[in-house]
């Protein structure tokens, strides 16, 4: 799906073929861009760290900020391979068991994909905490709605992975899903914060 199209429909309230996913990603993504503004806002202002670092910050904030964007679309994309899947025909066996591996197959990545935009959302996240207190001070308040963005994304995305898991009949793939969902919650928790570039 395209990118701009993913985001126009969270805008739409009367669509409902984007929703909650989309939408944190897409939170996730502004945040990225507002971590890489900053940093590049503070070269040159001689605060805690070289250009270089800043540089390296800002590059990796852009690069966020365009892989959520596209999970943006992905989460979209997922919700209609679900869709489609439910929609399959049930009038003979085979069509049943090819249907319901089918749902399987769309619920899983419907887990998948936000469960992916959580951990992006989570480096964003950490990324704004390496710049809290040694960025340039004229963009703080951008700096704190980037976390703000970052983990209103992260948690928005975990709710998506969580609504989805029931319908998963893979014990096996359940329980791979929700070890990763305890270590970001974990890393979340602890502030997102890590050593200092």
Do not use: W
Request: net charge negative; with cysteine.
């Amino acid at each position: 799906m395209d990118t701009v199209k993913a985001f126009l429909q969270v805008l739409d309230a009367n669509d409902s073929s984007t929703g909650g996913g989309s939408a944190s990603a897409l939170a996730g993504a502004m945040a990225a861009a507002l971590v890489a503004m900053v940093a590049r806002l503070s070269m040159g202002k001689r605060v805690d760290a070289s250009d270089t670092v800043y540089r390296e910050l800002s590059a990796t904030g852009e690069t966020l900020s365009t892989e959520l964007v596209a999970g943006a679309a992905r989460d979209a994309d997922a919700f209609a391979e679900v869709t489609a899947a439910y929609r399959l025909p049930t009038e003979m066996p085979e069509q049943k068991a090819a249907r319901t591996q089918a749902i399987q197959r769309a619920m899983i990545n419907a887990a998948h994909v936000p469960l992916h935009n959580a951990g992006l959302c989570m480096r964003v996240l950490e990324l704004s905490s390496t710049l809290e207190g040694r960025s340039n001070p004229n963009a703080v308040s951008d700096l704190q709605c980037a976390g703000y963005l970052a983990r209103a994304g992260l948690e928005g995305c975990l709710a998506n992975v969580a609504i989805n898991l029931p319908a998963i009949k893979d014990a096996t793939v359940v329980s791979a899903i929700n070890e990763q969902v305890g270590a970001l919650r974990a890393l979340a928790r602890g502030g997102g914060c890590t050593e200092a570039a």
